[in-house]
């Protein structure tokens, strides 16, 4: 199995910077695509930034690609997603995920989910 942990939530004002990290640990040969996610309160879970560990290939969503950085440490089985200019929108549960194709991964179709950090952006 598969284990992910996340960290660097915190409770930040508008125009702050945070970075996230997710670490995966056990059969990390079990997954081919990892990301991140959110889910803002009353709101469904959205797809945040990926990357396929063979190619590195990224994937981000229209809504924070002008914000935020995602990044790789493959040798640490660890994704960061810097989150930059933070606005209350922002505000949400981040939670990092893996899966076996970007598809899947678009489709909140994942195979593992973290335990998720609060991210609090204050106006």
């Known amino acids: 199995q598969v284990q992910l942990a996340e960290s660097g939530g915190g409770l930040v004002q508008a125009g702050d910077s945070l970075r996230l990290s997710c670490v995966a640990s056990?059969?990390?040969?079990?997954?081919?695509?990892m990301g991140w996610f959110r889910q803002a309160p009353g709101k469904e879970r959205e797809f945040v930034a990926a990357?396929?560990?063979?190619?590195?290939?990224?994937y981000i969503a229209d809504a924070v690609k002008d914000r935020f950085i995602f990044s790789t440490d493959k040798s640490k089985n660890t994704v960061y997603l810097q989150m930059n200019k933070l606005q209350p929108a922002d505000t949400a549960v981040y939670y990092c995920?893996?899966?076996?194709?970007?598809?899947?991964?678009?489709?909140?179709?994942?195979?593992?989910w973290g335990q998720g950090t609060q991210v609090t952006v204050s106006s």
């Open positions: 056990g059969q990390t040969s079990a997954f081919s695509i």
């Open positions: 990357s396929t560990r063979s190619l590195g290939i990224q």
């Open positions: 995920g893996s899966s076996t194709s970007v598809g899947r991964m678009k489709n909140l179709d994942v195979d593992t």
